[in-house]
């Protein structure tokens, strides 16, 4: 099907990303729990009640990767500035969502200003918080196929609403109609099959079963020494089983948060991550699981990073899979794209051996120089020429 009418025409320039993550889930699963140990804020409320959150809260997270770590390690610079993505936490949904219950309709459409969902499971098995639905009992697969379900239904009514407008050309009806019969299967859209013409085209309506999700399941603390508990182990299995091309991970937001606000007591560095690792090893776990979600996350969005490394500051930089090295340099400033000579590439493993400095990379010939059309590998450590004054 040709659907070359509804191409939006393709850019040049510097390419803007796409980078928010929306925190979705039934009510009182810890989802401003998870936020909050994200940001390492108490900024969201989170309570014992459902509906604890009616407005969202959005801040921005630094992706503490062990490359810019290691990185920071080896250079010692004045500062770390790690690539960011923003978090959303949003109210939680219910059944009937899709027709308004639970002020649904206007949770429904803070989760349409996000890129990727990060579905909270509860998976914790605390009989003290209360379940929306007033049970005792744990279905997780019930409840992440319940908000699945309203997504769906607010997508069908979008859909239906298109598929009426006028005047459009008739493969854009039809595309329109054969999305409306896939959502009516109960199916999401990014489940459909698509060519990348109906795709951008399916992208115009930001349709909520559309985007990528990643589900995370909040498990008891006690539980990461093994990684899962019972109820997780069935939720990942569920989804490897039937949603293969959906990431599933398993935390404990309440050790996170725990954790996460030892980072805040005026102590040093070294002190707070020694202390960190301590708070982990005491549950059995072998660290936060953070960095690895929000990993997850960037890969889903079809991101990957690149590093600067210098004595003012190591940085890593989010570009899209692709991107050409004169694009990347446009990242940091659209004059270095525009007055590209080259990218000066190497990689952390030429750093832990030959560094700390640049001069010494050189020396050991570990510092390759690309041209604007070298295409980013995930990892690099590049340092741009360029004319601009
Ligand atoms: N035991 C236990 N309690 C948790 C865990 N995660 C969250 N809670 C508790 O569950 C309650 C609800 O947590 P919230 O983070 O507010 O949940 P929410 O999903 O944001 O809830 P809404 O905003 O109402 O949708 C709070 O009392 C948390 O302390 C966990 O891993 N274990
Ligand atoms: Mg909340």
């Known amino acids: 099907m040709m659907l070359t009418r509804s191409l939006r025409p393709v850019r040049t320039g510097v390419r803007a990303l796409h980078t928010s993550c929306g925190l979705v889930g039934y009510p009182n699963v810890g989802k401003s729990t998870l936020f909050n140990s994200l940001t390492q804020t108490q900024q969201a409320e989170a309570s014992n009640y459902p509906f604890c959150t009616i407005n969202p809260n959005t801040a921005k997270v630094g992706i503490f990767d062990d490359t810019i770590l290691s990185l920071a390690e080896i250079v010692q610079p004045e500062k770390v500035v790690p690539a960011q993505l923003e978090v959303w936490d949003i109210a939680g949904l ?13 949770f429904l459409s803070n989760i349409r200003t996000v890129t990727v969902i990060i579905q909270v499971i509860r998976c914790f098995t605390d009989v003290n918080v209360s379940h929306v639905e007033g049970t005792d009992s744990f279905d997780p697969v019930s409840e992440m196929d319940a908000v699945k379900t309203e997504l769906i239904l607010k997508d069908i009514e979008t859909c239906q609403k298109r ?26 859209a990014r489940d459909m099959e698509m060519t990348k013409e109906e795709d951008l085209l399916v992208r ?17 603390a006690e539980a990461m020494e093994e990684g899962d508990n019972e109820i997780s182990s069935e939720f990942k299995q569920y989804i490897n089983e039937n949603e293969p091309n959906n990431p599933v ?6 050790l996170e948060d725990e954790a996460s606000i030892i980072k805040n007591d005026g102590k040093t560095d070294a002190e707070k991550k020694e202390l960190f690792n301590e708070y982990f090893e005491a549950y059995g776990s072998s660290g936060s699981k953070l960095p690895e979600l929000l990993s997850i996350c960037s890969d889903h969005l079809n991101l990957q990073k690149y590093y600067t490394a210098g004595p003012a500051a190591v940085s890593s930089w989010l570009i899209e899979k ?20 080259c990218a000066e590439i190497s990689r952390l493993e030429d750093w832990e051996q030959y560094g700390p400095t640049e001069e010494n990379l050189r020396k050991y010939n570990k510092w390759q ?3 604007k059309d070298y295409v980013m590998k995930q990892g690099d450590v590049v340092v741009f020429r360029h004319g601009a004054k």
């Open 94 to 106: 219910i059944k009937g969502a899709s027709e308004g219950a639970g002020l649904g309709n206007r």
């Open 163 to 188: 598929m009426k407008r006028r005047g459009q050309p008739k493969e854009e009806t039809v595309f329109w109609e054969k999305l409306y019969n896939h959502l009516n299967e109960g199916e999401a």
């Open 204 to 220: 115009q309506l930001s349709l909520l079963s559309h985007k990528p999700v990643v589900y995370c399941c909040n498990t008891d």
């Open 249 to 254: 991970i398993t935390l404990s937001a309440t």
């Open 322 to 341: 692709g991107t050409t090295a004169d694009e990347a340099a446009g990242k940091i400033h659209s004059d270095f794209q525009k007055n590209f000579i």
């Open 369 to 371: 120089r690309y041209g």
